[in-house]
């Protein structure tokens, strides 16, 4: 039994501006590290490029100084990385050697398997952290889905130092 108290999940954009990306990075880790003192130590993530490998490499920093935390991987098929640019392919490739567990919700690409993981995540999840700026698409489904089964929500968009 999953106990969503000690488990976050991500969600947010694939397209993150350049300028924005060292900030995320910090806020990630310190809120990965205020979550790790409230005794959360599962991290679920989706694989996609963009905001969920931001969150993914932080949380594989975390674990390097907090040993148990796990990296769940929470994929929405086999092959999602087919069209991706190769750079993304080769980070990828490397977080999921590092992750701790990898599901696939499903087997292959099919229209509803992003919203399948989108709620699996959700689903065994307490909190939700989220790189959101608008409320259309993927990420503003699950932030409201979230929201909508009582996780708290931490959304780093426009959050600096």
Same mark, same amino acid.
Request: hydrophobic residues 35%.
């Given at each position: @039994? ?8 991500? /969600?947010? %954009? ?9 900030? !995320? #990075? ?13 005794? +959360? ?9 963009? $905001?969920?490998? =931001?969150?993914? @490499? ?7 100084? %907090?040993?148990?935390?796990? =990296?769940? =991987? +929470? ?9 991706? /640019? #190769?750079?993304?392919?080769? /980070?990828?490739? #490397? ?7 990898? +599901? ?9 398997? @992003?919203?399948?993981?989108?709620? %699996?995540?959700?689903? $065994?999840?307490?909190?939700? +952290? ?11 489904? /699950? ?12 959304? =780093?968009?426009? !959050?600096?130092?």
């Amino acid at each position: @039994m999953i106990d969503r108290k000690r488990t976050a999940c991500f /969600t947010g %954009h694939r397209k993150i501006p350049a300028y924005d990306i060292q900030n !995320i #990075e910090k806020q990630l880790d310190k809120i990965i590290e205020k979550l790790y003192q409230k005794g +959360v130590i599962f991290y679920g993530a989706g694989g996609s490029y963009g $905001f969920d490998m =931001l969150a993914e @490499m932080a949380v594989i920093r975390a674990r390097n100084r %907090h040993k148990e935390i796990k =990296l769940i =991987l +929470v994929l929405p098929c086999k092959n999602q990385e087919k069209y991706w /640019t #190769e750079d993304n392919k080769t /980070t990828f490739a #490397e977080i999921k050697n590092q992750a701790d567990k990898i +599901v696939y919700t499903s087997e292959i690409y099919s229209k509803d398997c @992003m919203h399948k993981r989108n709620r %699996h995540l959700v689903n $065994f999840s307490g909190y939700c +952290v989220a790189y959101l700026n608008k409320n259309s698409g993927g990420t503003a489904y /699950t932030v409201n889905y979230a929201r909508q089964n009582g996780l708290e929500i931490v959304n =780093l968009c426009g !959050i600096s130092d």
